[in-house]
C-alpha cells in the first residue's frame, strides 16, 4: 500500500472512533473499496487494521449493508478473517454468500457453523464445492430434507460411509430423496442396492445398470461392506413360520423340494411355505422374500427367479397367483418379456446384495 493510501486509511479509521457521523454507511464503503484496491498487498498489520474498522463499522449497519459487504467478500482471496467469520455467523440472509464460497473459511470454521447455525445456513453450506467428510457428516446429521437434498445434488461433496448409510435410512422414509440418493455416484453399491426396494421403475433401472457393470473386485469390496450393516427392522415372522420352516426342511432332507412345488404352495394359498421354499431354492432370507410377494413386486421377482434359474412360464405363474386376478393376465406379455430381456449375470450380481442379509444372519446364529 502506498503512503498516500496509508494515510487514507489512518483518516478512515480515526473517522470511524465518531460515533455521532452520519456517513458511516458511507465511510464502510469506501473502506471496503480501499481495502479491495490493494487486497493483494496488504501486509498484516493493514489486514488487522482493516479487520477491526470494518467490522466494527459493518456491526452498526442494517442488514441491507451487510448482505452488501458479505458478497463483496465472498469471492475475495484474502479477506479480513475475523471479519469473514462474524458475517458467515450472522442471519442467513447475510451469511449466504460467504457460507457458499469464501475460501477464507476453514474446515474447523465450517464445522463450527454446521453444528450451531440454522438450515438455511445448512444449505448455503451445502452448496460448497469445497466441503470435506468432517462437515458433511454434520449437515446429514442435523439437516432436515430440503437441506438433504441440496447436499446430494452437490457432486463435488464427499459423503463418509456413516453419512451415506444415514442417508440411505433416510431416503426410504422419503420420495422426494430417492433420484437425489440413486444419482450419487458415490454412493456404496451394496447401500444402493437397498434403495432398490423403496423407489420407482425408473431409478430401479438404473440401481440394475450399475449393478451390471461392477467388476469382481468392486463387488467384493461392496459386499463386504454391506456385511457391516445387516437390517434390524424386518418385522416379527408370520405366527405359522415354525411349523412350515420344519415342513419345508422335512422336504428338503428328502429332495422333494423343486421349483414347480412352490406353485402348488400359492395355489393353495400357503404364502409361508411358499416363502421359506423360495429362500432355500434361491438362497435369499426370509424377510427380503417376504417383502417382495408382499409388495407384489414383480420385477424384483424376476430377479430372484432368473438368478435361480427358473423357467419364464414358472415366474409367470407365480405372477399370476401373486396378483389380483385379471390384474396379471392382463399384463402377461409385459411381464414375460422383463423376464426375457433381464441377463442372468445383471441378477445373480443383484442377488448378491439381496443374500447378505441371509449369509450375516448365518454367521450370527452360528
Known sequence: MSGASTSRLANLIALAQ?????KRRELL???????????????????????????LLAAEMEQEIRAEL??????????????????????????????????????????NLAQTRGQAHLRALSTRNDLTTAVSDVIVDRGDDATLS???????????????????????ENPALHEAVVDRHDLPVD??????????????????????????AELEAALSAGRK?????????????????????ALKARGAISPQMLAGFLRHNER???????????????????????????????????????????????????LEPGQAMARAQEYGQLYSDLPRDTALRTMRFWRMRRSTGDVAAA
Open 18 to 22: 465518531e460515533p455521532s457521523s452520519s
Open 29 to 55: 464503503r469506501e473502506i471496503t473499496d480501499l481495502f479491495f484496491a490493494g487486497a493483494e498487498g496488504h501486509n498484516p498489520g493493514e489486514m488487522r487494521a482493516f479487520d477491526s474498522v470494518m467490522g
Open 70 to 111: 458479505a458478497g463483496r467478500l465472498a469471492d475475495a482471496p484474502r479477506p479480513p478473517h475475523k471479519l469473514v467469520r462474524t458475517l458467515a455467523a450472522d442471519e442467513a440472509g447475510v451469511a449466504g454468500p460467504i457460507l457458499a464460497r469464501s475460501k477464507a473459511l476453514e474446515e474447523a470454521d465450517l464445522v
Open 150 to 172: 441440496t447436499l446430494l445434488v452437490n457432486p463435488s461433496v464427499p459423503l463418509s460411509r456413516k453419512a451415506s448409510e444415514r442417508v440411505v435410512d433416510r431416503a426410504s
Open 191 to 216: 447401500l444402493l442396492n437397498e434403495m432398490y426396494f423403496v423407489v420407482e421403475a425408473r431409478l430401479r433401472e438404473q440401481i440394475m445398470a450399475r449393478n451390471s457393470a461392477l467388476d469382481p
Open 229 to 249: 450393516r445387516v437390517a434390524t427392522r424386518d418385522g416379527a415372522l408370520p405366527a405359522d413360520f415354525a411349523q412350515a420352516e420344519a415342513q419345508i426342511r
Open 272 to 322: 409361508t411355505k411358499f416363502l421359506i421354499a423360495l429362500t432355500e431354492l434361491s438362497d435369499i432370507d426370509f424377510h427380503t422374500a417376504r417383502r417382495i410377494v408382499e409388495r407384489r413386486e414383480l420385477d424384483a421377482l424376476a430377479i430372484v427367479c432368473r438368478a435361480a434359474d427358473f423357467e419364464r412360464a414358472l415366474f409367470l405363474t407365480f405372477a399370476v397367483l401373486i
